[in-house]
């Protein structure tokens, strides 16, 4: 059982930045994929970044690209968002997630969000006009 814990959200100003880290439990020697998601209030949870496990691979949704970038610490088992150049459209609560990929290339991510076994409990992010 893997249980991750995110940090880094609060309220900023558009065009400001903020980094989210999220931290995977003790144990976490398997592959995984991790990603994060985010849902607006009245909005479906929409993919937002994934990283392969061996962090040589990134994704971004169109929304993000150019302003957010995915990452991994160095000990592989926390995975950080940096968010720049926000908007008030980024408002949501972001939620970290881990998908268990034992037997994949160190290539591979997944966008859809019924892949993640494990989730956060997620972290609001507020960005005023």
């Known amino acids: 059982q893997v249980q991750l814990v995110e940090s880094g959200g609060g309220l900023v100003q558009a065009g400001g930045s903020l980094r989210l880290s999220c931290a995977a439990s003790e144990g976490t020697g398997s592959k995984y994929v991790m990603g994060w998601f985010r849902q607006a209030p009245g909005k479906e949870r929409e993919f937002v970044a994934a990283i392969s496990w061996s962090g040589t691979t990134t994704y971004h949704a169109d929304s993000v690209k150019g302003r957010f970038t995915i990452s991994r610490g160095n000990a592989k088992n926390t995975v950080y968002l940096q968010m720049n150049s926000l908007k008030p459209e980024d408002t949501a609560v972001y939620y970290c997630?881990?998908?268990?990929?034992?037997?994949?290339?160190?290539?591979?991510?997944?966008?859809?969000?019924?892949?993640?076994?494990?989730w956060g409990q997620g972290t609001q992010v507020t960005v005023s006009s």
């Open positions: 997630a881990a998908d268990p990929v034992p037997f994949r290339s160190g290539s591979y991510y997944s966008t859809d969000s019924y892949e993640y076994d494990y």
